[in-house]
């Protein structure tokens, strides 16, 4: 390993820059680097080192590429911050990004209440909104099981009333929340194309970084029975980052498709 000094940052050398970028502690020159260098490689180097959400809001809104703003994005954690960028930014790629992100029913409110955000802006907080009352619709129902009175026709008529997949795209939106995660898995286990799109979120859901999240949609997914929706579990495997939660679902399936599944890929991965 060579030794650096504290303006290797600006070698010519991607490769050297990165390497100093991982000895660099000085904040506002990470965000500069983040929004100014002109190699993909490096600015991801940095933006990794930055977890601060108003200096990652600094690069989302004013980085000269557009990959690492959407990236910065995908870091940022106040849906506050998201909503003043939605307002100050109007690519619709990044707007599209940050809505993605946000789940507060007030924010989204406040977004379509205020003159201030562009139409375009107003009418995706309108529909985000809209789509979230599915998720009350759904808490309403009664009972936590399949098998308490009324819980099969209530869901049954609230999808028939929105249209199966329609609403669990919309409620696929909010997987960050754990009430989503719930309601996605009790349209899973109605089974039928939308029960395997709600697989689908659910694997996604997998993912989250928030370890509530992630541990209701692991509890939806082990209550899998029906082969068409383990055949949609064991799509998942393609997904690398998935590939072990989902293994170990797998395992704790007793179904022929979730053995045979566990063995192909077990045995098909490197030592």
């Given amino acids: 390993m060579g030794l650096f000094t504290k303006r290797d940052y600006k070698h010519p050398d991607p490769r050297v820059r990165i390497e100093a970028i991982e000895q660099l502690e000085d904040r506002q020159k990470l965000v500069e680097i983040a929004c100014r260098d002109d190699s993909p490689r490096v600015r991801m180097a940095a933006l990794a080192r930055i977890d601060d959400d108003h200096d990652l809001f600094s690069i989302a809104r004013d980085a000269d590429?557009?990959?690492?703003?959407?990236?910065?994005?995908?870091?940022?954690t106040s849906e506050n911050l998201l909503a003043e960028l939605i307002k100050i930014r109007k690519n619709y790629q990044l707007m599209g990004a940050c809505f993605a992100r946000i789940t507060e029913r007030d924010v989204l409110k406040a977004i379509a209440e205020d003159s201030e955000y562009n139409p375009a802006a107003r009418r995706i907080a309108v529909e985000y909104f809209a789509d979230e009352s599915y998720l009350d619709d759904l808490s309403e129902t009664d009972g936590e099981s399949d098998d308490e009175p009324g819980s099969k026709i209530d869901i049954d008529s609230l999808m028939e009333m929105y249209g199966g997949t329609r609403m669990v795209r919309a409620i696929g939106r909010f997987r960050r929340s754990e009430k989503a995660v719930h309601a996605l898995g009790?349209?899973?286990?109605?089974?039928?194309?939308?029960?395997?799109?709600?697989?689908?979120?659910?694997?996604?859901?997998?993912?989250?970084?928030n370890d509530s999240v992630q541990k209701a949609a692991s509890d939806e997914l082990s209550s899998l029975d029906s082969a068409e929706l383990v055949n949609a579990l064991i799509q998942a495997l393609d997904d690398q980052k998935l590939r072990e939660p989902i293994k170990t679902l797998l395992g704790k399936l007793e179904t022929q498709e979730a053995r045979d599944a566990l063995a192909r890929f077990s045995g098909s991965d490197p030592e």
């Fill in 186 to 209: 009790r349209i899973a286990r109605r089974g039928g194309e939308s029960g395997e799109l709600a697989v689908e979120y659910l694997c996604r859901a997998l993912g989250s970084t």
């Fill in 65 to 76: 590429e557009l990959d690492i703003r959407l990236a910065a994005v995908e870091k940022i």
